[in-house]
C-alpha cells in the first residue's frame, strides 16, 4: 500500500525542515552557568529514558534539569566512573522519528533518502556513582558532538573519579 | 462374530492397561509435559556486567546493567531487586545474585541497518548464572540480544534485558 505522492512530497519536505543536531548549549537555571541540552538515555533515578534536559555542574554537584519534577542530582565527589563513547543516530527527535515511519510507505524504497539526511552522530557520556546506601548506578547520556570530553574535564575537576579503562578492568580483576 | 471381537479388544486393553499404570511416569507423553520445579528468592541483587575478555564499551555494560534492574523491577518476580552495592540486600537471607558476562559482542550501524535491512546487525551474547549467597549456582543460561531493523545499537541492551527477565520469570 503506497502513499500518495502529495503526502510523500510533504513527508520528505517536512524531513530536509528539521534539525539535524537536536541537541545544544543553553544555560543553567538561576546562574550564568552554560548548560548543555542533553538527552537522558537511562540510568537516572526518577527521570523517563529519552527525556531531555539541562545538563550542568553547580557547587560540585552535576544536575540534569528534565523540566517540571524531573530533576536529578549526582555529587561529583560520588561518581567513580566518567566514559566518553560515540554513537551515529537518527536526529529529528520525536517528530524525526514520525516522519520516517511514514516514509517507510514511500515507493521504490526512496523513504530510505531520510535515514541518510536525518542521521546525526552525537557524543555519549557514561558516568557511573554509588549512592548513599552503597548502590551502584550507571547513567547515560547522549550530548551534542565534541560536548563529552569537555564535560568530562569538568567533572573530573570537580572530584570525580576518571574510572579504569576495561583493559585495565580487567587486570585488576585478575590480580584479586 | 460381534462376542469375538469384543473379546479381542478386552484381551488387549488387558494387556496395555496394566503395562501403561504399572509405569505411569515414563510414557514420553508425560515427561515431555512435566515442569521443572521453579526456584523460589524473595530478593535479588543485580551485579554489573562483566566485559571478560571482550571489548565492549562501557554505555553498553552500563545500559543492559540499568535496564535490567528496570525489567526486573517492571516483572514483579521478585518482592526486591538491588543494585550491586547495596547495604539493604545485607539483610535479606533467601537473596540471589545475577552475575551478566558478555561472551561476544559485535557492534553494527544504524545506518547500514536501515538502507539495506540485511546488514549492520548489532549483537550482544552473554552467560547468566543466578547464585545464593553461599555460592551455588542455581540457574545458568547463554542469551543474545540483536537489534537487526530499526533503532540506535544501544537498542540491543533493550532486548537483552528483556531476555534475561523472562528468564527470570520463568525460572522464579
Known sequence: ?176 | MRHSSTLRIAGFLGLVLPLAMAQPGTSPRTATKAKPSKLSASAIQIEPIEAGDVTIPAEFRFAIYERLIERVRKDGTFQKVFRSGDHEADKVADLVILRTTVGKFKEGSQLKRELTTVTGGTTVDVTTSVAARDGRVLLQNDLSGKVRFFGENLGVTNDLAKRIAKRLRESF
Do not use: C, W
Open chain 1, 1 to 176: 500500500m503506497y502513499l500518495p505522492t502529495s503526502a510523500i512530497v510533504a513527508i520528505m519536505a517536512g524531513g530536509l525542515t528539521l534539525p539535524a543536531q537536536s541537541l545544544a548549549v543553553g544555560s543553567a537555571p538561576g546562574t550564568g552557568h552554560s548548560a548543555l541540552i542533553v538527552r537522558h538515555v537511562i540510568g537516572l533515578e526518577n527521570i523517563r529514558s529519552q527525556q531531555s534536559g539541562k545538563l550542568f555542574l553547580q557547587n560540585g554537584t552535576m544536575q540534569f534539569d528534565g523540566g517540571k519534577n524531573f530533576v536529578a542530582k549526582v555529587p561529583a565527589t560520588s561518581i567513580d566512573g566518567v566514559y566518553v563513547g560515540s554513537e551515529t543516530t537518527q536526529g529529528g527527535g520525536k517528530v524525526g522519528r514520525v516522519v520516517k515511519t511514514a516514509a517507510i510507505a514511500a515507493p521504490y524504497e526512496s523513504g530510505k533518502v531520510l535515514t541518510l539526511l536525518l542521521r546525526t552522530k552525537v557524543d555519549i557520556l557514561t558516568i557511573s556513582y554509588h549512592d548513599n546506601g552503597g548502590a551502584l548506578h550507571g547513567a547515560i547520556f547522549a550530548l551534542p558532538k565534541g560536548q563529552a570530553a569537555d564535560v568530562r574535564t569538568q567533572l573530573l575537576a570537580a572530584g570525580a573519579r576518571e574510572g579504569a579503562p576495561p583493559q585495565q578492568e580487567l587486570k585488576e580483576r585478575a590480580q584479586q
